[in-house]
């Protein structure tokens, strides 16, 4: 199994500004993705979060708006740029310990643009 | 595309009542399938899985049969009770390819709230 803290929990920002959500996990992972989950909706994948290189992006989603880092094989962020009310969501990281293992959610990170 | 077809919420029960939770899906092979639950304020768990047809996955009393004639996942457990309220999630997972990370897809997740 795998633990994984995400920070911060929620957070209430202006519209216009940034947020950058961590995402940490207690032991090496082979794969990160970010979820968004919007209210009352189902969980929709943006990227998968790639070690050292450029995240995958799903259709609909852009590097520009939801940029990621992934450092090493415990560490991901997600920053949701420029944000306006459309943006008001559950942002969820999830990861795999293998290529046919289950994936495991992180608290996820309320978000409210104001 | 792939795609998870689950029934509409909110499911209100009283407690020991019996829960079905249907989910079908479409997929063009032969997906893993899962029943996620989020209880309020965290986020998804895995309830149980079955990677192919006749496979019946179960966990913490709820069951759920892969039924690959009818394309179908359906969750159930025999006496709910109120720590069971939440919301369940029903996804598909195809196999890895040399295109694919073996992506989850959701269906739209039922709530389910067990009174007393």
């Known amino acids: 199994s795998a633990v994984i803290s995400q920070k911060p929990s929620r957070d209430i920002c202006q519209r216009g500004t940034s947020l950058t959500i961590q995402c940490q996990v207690d032991?090496?992972?082979?794969?990160m993705f970010w979820y968004r989950q919007q209210p009352g909706q189902s969980l929709t994948l943006i990227a998968t979060?790639?070690?050292?290189?450029?995240?995958?992006?799903e259709s609909g989603f852009v590097i520009d708006k939801f940029p990621i880092s992934r450092p090493n094989l415990t560490f991901s962020t997600l920053t949701v740029s420029n944000m306006s009310p459309e943006d008001s969501s559950i942002y969820l990281c999830?990861?795999?310990?293998?290529?046919?293992?289950?994936?495991?959610f992180g608290q996820g990170t309320r978000l409210t643009v104001v | 595309g792939d795609s998870v077809t689950q029934m509409e919420g909110p499911v209100t029960l009283s407690e020991e009542a019996f829960l079905t939770i249907n989910c079908t899906y479409t997929a063009t092979g032969y997906p893993s399938l899962f029943w996620y639950v989020q209880y309020p304020g965290e986020g998804l768990q895995l309830l149980l899985k079955?990677?192919?047809?006749?496979d019946k996955g179960s966990n913490k009393g709820f069951e759920a049969t892969y039924r690959k004639e009818t394309t179908s996942f359906h969750l159930e457990k025999g006496s709910v009770q109120v720590s069971d309220s939440a919301v369940y999630f029903c996804?598909?997972?195809?196999?890895?390819?040399?295109?694919?990370?073996?992506?989850?897809?959701f269906g739209a997740g039922t709530q389910v709230v067990v009174t007393p």
């Open positions: 996804a598909l997972r195809m196999p890895l390819t040399t295109d694919s990370w073996g992506k989850l897809q």
């Open positions: 032991s090496q992972v082979t794969m």
């Open positions: 999830s990861v795999r310990t293998g290529l046919n293992t289950e994936a495991f």
């Open positions: 079955a990677t192919k047809a006749d």
């Open positions: 979060a790639n070690q050292g290189s450029e995240a995958t992006y």
